[in-house]
């Protein structure tokens, strides 16, 4: 037929970027990073529609075409491909009500909720790694203490903090159960926990460097490496690995490193930055990292992305230290409650803590920027061994 099949299969395979037309609304599009999609265009109660029909490299010309036809007759009968499409994949899911489809339809929901919407997989790893392989296909409805019971003892008093998180995932998916109107026990976690009992593990704290140590370790950090600059800058600031290493140039401006509010760990529907003063130490160190930055990053992975937790906590393991990288916020912690007089407030907002009563929050609309950065000049003139003395609080640096 005549303005149609307009394209060929060679063409499809080496087609340049752009949108390609190959008749009666059926349309290729060639993005620029290599990625092609097949989409439908029509014309539904006077308003266009464009459905799409998946990926070139998965669905071939032929394949495509037919799936064009299919949805054009739906379209001709007056009903809208793309709803009809939505309406039978609910009528083919609407079977499957196993734990693993709910888990990750609750997963899909809360993503919003979570750091970097969960693309770590933080979240979902608790169920994916030690639930669902045993209870993934069992109906959710079936579902009770005793299945999960027998699933988290194993971990109950070896791995305590993951079987907990666990059993709250597990709780969340429940109630996202629940919400979809199936019949299932709510109360099923708690009354596994009863069953469980009290775990026997005793949770252990990261272990820290005392901070009268941390400038002989500060002082050993000397070749100019990316682990050595990282290590540097992550005990000059107290911030979380995570953002640290993950640091770009355009959030630093002047002495001050702003943190994207989604990069703060504990900030769960909150979106504010949060502000980091940079003492002239840690300025001289994120100088000397611009030399290793690569695609934004200042402290860049010898193959791909940033560099790893994992890289500077091997450091330590290497120097036989028992102390991990994230015990260095403790270290500044302590150091701030046994060498200045810095009000608790102020002292838990260097750590980016959320100090004081939501009253108390609501009304205190400081960061206490000015007063953290005093504090974090003397803190870098510690950790490089040039003051010992007690801090002050306000005193001039």
Known sequence: MAGRHRLSAAFVRAA??????????????????G??????????HGRRREMGL???????????????????????????????????????????????????E????????????????RWFSPLELHVLPKL???????????????????????????????????????????????EVDLQATDKAR??????????????????????????SL??????????????????????????RFEQIEGDIWTIPGEAMKGRRGRTEDFRVPLSREALRVIEAAG?????????????????????????????????????FRSSVRTWLAEATDAPHEVAETVLAHVAGTSVQRAYRRTDFLEQRRGLMERWAGHVTGESGALVRFGQAS
């Open 16 to 33: 340049p970027p752009g949108k390609h037309c190959d008749g009666a609304g059926l349309w290729l599009h060639c993005r620029a990073d």
């Open 35 to 44: 990625g092609a999609q097949w989409f439908l265009r029509v014309t539904v």
């Open 54 to 104: 998946g990926s070139a490299h998965d669905v071939s010309l032929k394949r495509a075409r037919e799936l064009a036809d299919a949805w054009r007759a739906v379209a001709v009968e007056g009903r809208d491909p793309i709803k009809e499409r939505e309406r039978e994949l609910r009528e083919a899911t609407r079977a499957d009500t196993s734990l693993r489809r709910i888990a990750e």
């Open 106 to 121: 609750a997963f899909e929901a809360r993503k919003a909720e979570l750091k970097g919407e969960g693309l770590a997989g």
């Open 136 to 182: 993934g296909k069992v109906p959710v409805e079936d579902l009770d203490q005793r299945d999960i019971r027998d699933v988290l003892a194993p971990l109950w008093h070896t791995k305590a903090d993951t079987a907990r998180k666990a059993l709250n995932r597990l709780g969340i998916v429940l109630r996202h159960a629940a919400a979809l109107g199936l």
């Open 194 to 219: 009863a069953l469980l009992g009290k775990s026997r593990h005793a949770a252990q704290n990261i272990p820290a460097l005392p901070w009268q140590d941390v400038p002989g370790f500060y002082a």
């Open 222 to 247: 000397g070749e100019p490496t990316v682990t050595h600059l990282a290590l540097r800058l992550l005990i000059l600031t107290g911030v979380r690995s995570a953002p640290l290493r993950a640091l």
């Open 291 to 327: 030399e290793f930055e690569r695609d934004g990053w200042l402290f860049p992975s010898p193959r791909k992305g940033v560099i790893s937790d994992a890289a500077m906590a091997r450091l330590m393991e290497r120097r036989g230290m028992a102390e991990r990288p994230h015990g």
